[in-house]
C-alpha cells in the first residue's frame, strides 16, 4: 500500500463516496485541508518508516526492570535477583528473561527525566514533549508525524487500547492534536486478548455492527433515519473521523489489515494471548501495512488495583507481585515477539520501536511495601529505526534516585523520534515544535 496525499475530497478512497458524501452534506466538520495534504519530501529519507511506541501507562518501575541496583540497600534494590544480558556488562531484573536475550536488538536509555509527579502532567509532558502552557497543549508526536505524512488509506496515527490514557480523576490532555486540533487526534481501534478488533467510532450508529457495514444501502439508511430524528445529536457527531472509520472497515484491505486471524496460531500465541500482547501483533500488521505511527497503550487507566481499571504500571500496592506474576511477564513476552517478528520480517531496520512510561518509581521502597511515583530518573527502551543496539545511554546513580549523566528530557525523546521518521531540524522549526528539544546523536 502506498502512502499518498490528499488535495481533495473526492480523492479519499471510494466505497459509494458520492452517494455516502450526498447524505453526509449537514456534517458540521469537513475534512481538514491540511491532514489531507503531502507535504514535499525533505531531502534526507527517513530511517523510521513508522514508529511504534509502547506507553507503559502507570510508570514501571526503572529498579525492578531495565536499571536494577543489587548492590543498593534492601529498602532500595528489592525482592528481584538480577541477571546477566545478551551484552557483557548490562543487567536486567530477573523478571525479564526473554529481553535479557535480546540486548542485540535494542538500546536502553538510563537517565530519561520529566518534570512533574502526577500521572496526568507527566502523561501530557511524554507524549507531546511539553507541559500545558496557559491552556495550550502542545501537539501529541504521532499527530505531528501525521500532519507531515498525510492521510493514505488507512489513517497515519493509530492508537490501539481500550480508550485514551487516563486515570479515575480525568484524561490526558496531550493526547492528540493539541493546539492543531482534532482533526490530529489518533484513530482510536481497541483488541482484545482474543485478537478481536473494534473501532469505537462507529458505536454511535445503533444497530449497525461490523458484519452489516459491507452493505453500504443499509449505513445509508441508518444516516437517513438519524438525520429525521428530532434529536440528531449521535448524527452531529458523525464527523471526518467516522466517515473515515467507515472506509476503514468497509475497505478489504484495511478490514484484512486488522484481522488477526490472518495469523498462525503459534505467532499469535508468542505474543501471548492478552490484550497488550494481540495489540503488539496488531501494531505489526499496521506496520506492513505503513502506517506511519502506532501506540500500544497498556492500559487506558494508570491504576492497578482501582475496581474498573485494567491494570496499570501504577503500582503503590503490590509492585512486586504484579510485576513478577503480571506485568513483567506480559511485556516481556510481548515486546520479545515483537522485535523477534519485525526482525524475521525484514522490519526492524525501518521500525522505530520505542517502550516507556511517563516516569518511574520511588527508589526506596514504600510503607506499603510497595513504590510510589518519581518523576527525577527512569528508563526507556529502543529498537530499530537507525538505533544501533547494544548500547545503554546514560545512567542513574547508585540508589536510583538521580541521573549521574545529563539527562533525557520528554522533548529529546520527542525529537529523536521525529528525526528518525524523517522530520529534521528545518521541518520542526516551521512547524514550531519541541524548540526544547535536540537529537539524542548517542543512540546512533
Partial sequence: MKRHGLTDNKELPSFGRRKFLQ????????????????????????KAKSVVLLWLWGAPSHIDTWDPKPDAPTDFRGPFST????????????????????????????????????????????????????????????????????????????SIGRGSPRDVVGQVKGYGGGKWGRAYDPFMIRCSEFGEVDV???????????????????????????????????????????????????????????????????????????????????ARRLVEAEVPYVQVNWSQYVEAMTPNCDFGWDTHIYNFEMLAD???????????????????????ETTLVVAMGEFGRTPKINGQAARDHWPNVYSSLWAGGGVQPGRVIGASDRLGQEPISDPVTPAIVGTTM????????ARRAELNILREGHVLEALF
Avoid at 452534506?25 to 491540511?34: E, G, R, W
Fill in 83 to 158: 541477571i546477566a544480558t545478551r551484552t557483557a556488562g548490562i543487567h536486567f531484573s530477573e523478571l525479564l528473561p526473554h529481553l535479557s536475550e535480546r540486548t542485540n536488538l535494542f538500546s536502553l536509555v538510563r537517565s530519561n527525566r520529566t518534570f512533574h509527579s502526577g500521572h496526568l502532567q507527566a502523561g501530557t509532558i511524554g507524549l507531546t514533549g511539553a507541559a500545558e502552557n496557559g491552556g495550550q497543549i502542545e501537539p501529541h508526536f504521532g499527530s505531528i508525524l501525521a500532519r507531515h505524512q498525510g492521510y493514505a488509506q488507512l489513517p497515519p496515527f493509530i
Fill in 326 to 348: 503480571r506485568h513483567c511477564p506480559i511485556l516481556d513476552r510481548a515486546l520479545s515477539a515483537l522485535l523477534d517478528d519485525l526482525r524475521n520480517r525484514g522490519l526492524l
Fill in 418 to 425: 521525529l528525526e528518525l521518521a524523517g522530520i529534521h531540524a
Fill in 23 to 46: 447524505a453526509s452534506t449537514s456534517l458540521p466538520m469537513a475534512i481538514p485541508t491540511a491532514i489531507t495534504q503531502t507535504l514535499n519530501p525533505q531531502s534526507r529519507p527517513p
Fill in 200 to 282: 469505537p467510532s462507529l458505536d454511535l450508529i445503533k444497530g449497525l455492527t461490523r458484519n452489516r457495514l459491507s452493505n453500504r444501502q443499509i449505513l445509508l439508511a441508518r444516516i437517513n433515519e438519524n438525520k429525521r430524528q428530532p434529536d440528531s445529536t449521535p448524527f452531529q457527531q458523525w464527523t471526518d473521523t467516522h466517515r473515515r472509520a467507515y472506509d476503514l472497515l468497509t475497505s478489504p484491505d484495511a478490514r484484512k489489515t486488522l484481522d488477526l486471524t490472518q495469523e498462525h496460531d503459534s505467532l499469535r500465541r508468542q505474543y501471548g494471548q492478552t490484550s497488550f500482547g494481540q495489540s503488539c501483533l496488531l
